[in-house]
């Protein structure tokens, strides 16, 4: 089956410093990227569609400029978290699909902890 | 919101027993898909069901599909300890942004 890479799995980092995450679809081209953010014991948010070549829409409430995602190409996308804060610890997951109305490849996930 | 309920929140089970859970979606679909997630890792597709099917079997997982109540079931054969995760329904949108929503989750708990 497809596979989709996610790195860093885990990061610490100092209040201030910026955070960049990466997802990579290895086998296959991915039409389009979704980037989730879950809470202990809580379902997945959805931050933003990624789609390669253009930018990123963003959900309601989810700020462009603290989460920045760039789709460079059909087989990467990042997620940078800009100033991070401690209110900004999560669980960060990548997602890809090959095509419309496919299910989705997952990353397995980004632990970060802002202290 | 769009995330619609699932239900139950959490189920603990002995191994062997049937497990069920159930989902409702609040906009129409393209297709309604089952993932499950084991704690602090990714998710893993089960099963997807489209909106003109009306259920799916995978193994010792079936899947039903009612589009006139918005619901959907899961339905998990002879559990094992290994079935111990959660399970996430995700609806999947008719329109062009494709969009992907999850709904609040089932924590399943296998006891051997």
């Known amino acids: 089956g497809a596979v989709v890479s996610q790195h860093p799995s885990r990061v610490i980092c100092k209040s201030g410093t910026s955070v960049k995450i990466e997802c990579r679809s290895l086998?296959?081209?991915?039409?389009?990227m979704f980037w989730y953010r879950q809470f202990p014991k809580q379902s997945l948010m959805l931050m933003a569609t990624?789609?390669?070549?253009?930018?990123?829409?963003?959900e309601q409430g989810v700020e462009k400029d603290k989460f920045l995602i760039n789709h460079a190409s059909l087989t990467l996308s990042t997620l940078t978290v800009t100033s991070a804060h401690p209110e900004d610890s999560s669980f960060y997951i990548c997602?890809?699909?090959?095509?419309?109305?496919?299910?989705?490849?997952f990353g397995s996930g980004t632990q970060l902890s802002v202290l | 919101s769009q995330q619609g309920e699932e239900d139950p929140q959490a189920l603990s089970i002995q191994e062997g027993e049937n497990a069920t859970m159930n989902c409702s979606y609040k906009?129409?679909?393209?297709?309604l898909q089952w993932y499950r997630q084991n704690s602090g890792r990714g998710l893993v597709h089960l099963i997807l069901?489209?909106?003109?099917?009306r259920e799916k079997h995978s193994g010792r997982l079936r899947v039903t599909l009612d589009t006139s109540k918005k619901s959907s079931s899961l339905l998990i054969t002879a559990s094992r300890a290994a079935d111990t995760a959660s399970y996430f329904c995700?609806?999947?949108?008719?329109?062009?942004?494709?969009?992907?929503?999850f709904g609040p989750g089932t924590s399943l708990s296998v006891i051997p």
């Open positions: 997602s890809a699909s090959i095509g419309f109305g496919e299910k989705l490849f």
């Open positions: 086998d296959f081209q991915a039409t389009t």
């Open positions: 990624s789609n390669e070549g253009s930018k990123a829409t963003y």
């Open positions: 906009t129409s679909i393209n297709n």
């Open positions: 069901i489209r909106s003109n099917e």
């Open positions: 995700a609806q999947r949108g008719k329109t062009s942004y494709d969009k992907v929503i």
